[in-house]
């Protein structure tokens, strides 16, 4: 099973160069049967670390920390099946329209991004996740240069957004190096003791990662980025992308050990995130372009994850009772949960909003009125992500924001708790602020715009993955459990 830790990673990076030499109908063949490759060995992972706990593999036969390491644990076979899941169905969505896909590089800058994506989730030291981090910074900022002329500027600003987060990671990493003299996250997280040199390299690394993450206010560059993308890249950037500099933060503050002034840095970041998740849905409410209100509404959802760290970081000291230790097992579930609810209903909403745009010509509100009768399935796609995304029972974003609701009452901050419901309140209202402008009729029948042609795969394959993040609340017991598979918090008392 080692070998399938380098195929993820190896296998997308090939296919990546053989699409590119191809012409544009072959390409988009075989980057189709790759993607779904993908997706079932992403499935396969899970299903070993979920039978038989971590995997662990040293390219080449050469052992860390010469070589180059990969581990996939629980959360790592997690994140790998987030994506190849939400990878093969925007696949399938994004054949059914070159327009969609926007052009013929779409699939070979798309793999890069996919074996970038894995190699983040599977790296087993600080460099090589740094070397990954920059392959998918350079498929993402490629994909949105898909969106042509208009996209070029926020394809320039997310660049430098990019470099300037990869910047300060690599500068926190060279403080980790100078500590310990090895770049292995497990063996570097041994050697450490703390300090001042520790926190001020966390402090550095979670900066540049919140770049990329677009946690507030560092987010300015996510809205034109993800809501001038093509169709079938805004799922990817917004599902996806977002959610491997938020890993690599889980992986530094679980794995790094932290000091007296890292629940001072903790709590800012749960407070910037707690300000996203209201400031972000209410501008959302007040767009009037579906696809930036989407957009918006990724800035808030980002804020939800970065409530981990207050909640978990008391539970990692050494001296943390059974209070803290039952708190961060209760956070680091309810992210969980809440990471992979918001990429199966983000990706769905996205791709809801780009078909809807194709369909009528645009995505301006006021363009999509009647929506809801002559597009049903695509209008309950976006209802039912919206659901999902404001935490209402039954769906999955329910059973992680329960959890973190009952993380914050254990560990005594109850303040995070009006935070998790307004922001529901709010999500639920710009979903129906969208809802009812496809609910609308025209006044008058001229008014109506003649729909374009949509293949049937861009109206079934987001509706799979809206039903999916409702559905899977009713099966969370088998997701938080894989989750756990090599967890730190598994030694807690």
């Not at 790094?256 to 300000?275: E, R, S």
């Not at 808030?300 to 097992?329: I, K, M, S, T």
């Not at 029948?445 to 795969?457: G, I, K, S, T």
């Amino acid at each position: 099973m080692s070998d399938l830790l380098a195929a993820l990673v190896l296998v997308p990076l090939g296919a990546a160069v053989v699409t590119a030499l191809l012409p544009a109908r072959a390409a988009g063949r075989v980057g189709l049967v790759v993607a779904l490759a993908l997706g079932a060995g992403s499935v396969l992972l899970a299903l070993e670390v979920g039978s038989s706990g971590v995997l662990e593999a040293a390219l080449g036969d050469w052992s860390i920390p010469l070589g180059i390491g990969l581990r996939a644990d629980g959360l790592s076979a997690l994140m790998v099946l987030l994506t190849g899941v939400v990878g093969a169905f925007v696949s399938v969505y994004a054949s059914g329209s070159a327009a969609a896909r926007g052009g013929a590089l779409f699939w070979p800058v798309w793999l890069v991004l996919w074996a970038g994506l894995n190699a983040v989730y599977l790296a087993a030291d600080l460099f090589n996740t740094y070397v990954a981090l920059e392959l998918v910074g350079l498929g993402a900022v490629g994909l949105v240069a898909l969106g042509g002329p208009a996209a070029l500027a926020a394809a320039l600003r997310y660049l430098f957004v990019a470099v300037l987060g990869s910047l300060a990671y690599l500068l926190g990493v060279g403080l980790v190096y100078a500590e310990t003299a090895t770049l292995d996250i497990a063996t570097a997280g041994q050697r450490l003791e703390g300090g001042v040199v520790m926190v001020t390299a966390l402090s550095l690394m979670t900066v540049g990662m919140a770049l990329k993450t677009a946690l507030f206010p560092l987010h300015a560059w996510l809205p034109p980025a993800h809501s001038g993308a093509p169709a079938a890249v805004s799922p990817l950037l917004s599902a996806l992308v977002v959610k491997a500099s938020f890993y690599v933060v889980v992986r530094l503050w679980f794995g790094l050990p932290g000091a007296d002034g890292a629940m001072a840095v903790a709590t800012l970041v749960g407070v910037l995130g707690a300000v996203g998740v209201v400031w972000a849905a209410v501008v959302a409410l007040r767009q009037t372009h579906l696809k930036r209100m989407v957009a918006y509404s990724t800035v808030a959802q980002v804020g939800y994850l970065f409530l981990l760290l207050p909640l978990a970081v008391p539970g990692l000291a050494a001296p943390a009772g059974a209070a803290e230790a039952d708190a961060a097992r209760l956070a680091w579930s309810g992210v969980a949960a809440l990471v992979v609810a918001h990429g199966l209903a983000k990706s769905a909403m996205f791709m809801s909003a780009g078909t809807l745009a194709r369909a009528h010509g645009s995505d301006r509100l006021d363009d999509l009125h009647g929506a809801v009768t002559r597009m049903p399935a695509v209008a309950m796609t976006f209802a039912l992500s919206g659901v999902c995304l404001a935490g209402l029972p039954p769906t999955l974003a329910f059973v992680g924001k329960w959890q973190l609701v009952q993380a914050a009452l254990a560990a005594g901050q109850w303040w995070w708790v009006p935070v998790l419901l307004v922001g529901g309140l709010l999500t639920f209202a710009y979903t129906a602020a969208g809802l009812r402008a496809m609910f609308d009729e025209p006044q008058r029948a001229d008014e109506l715009v003649e729909l374009r042609p949509v293949a049937r795969r861009m109206v079934v394959a987001p509706l799979v993955l809206a039903v999916l993040a409702v559905a899977l609340g009713l099966r969370s017991v088998e997701l938080l459990a894989l989750v756990e598979v090599g967890s730190v918090l598994g030694s807690l008392p």
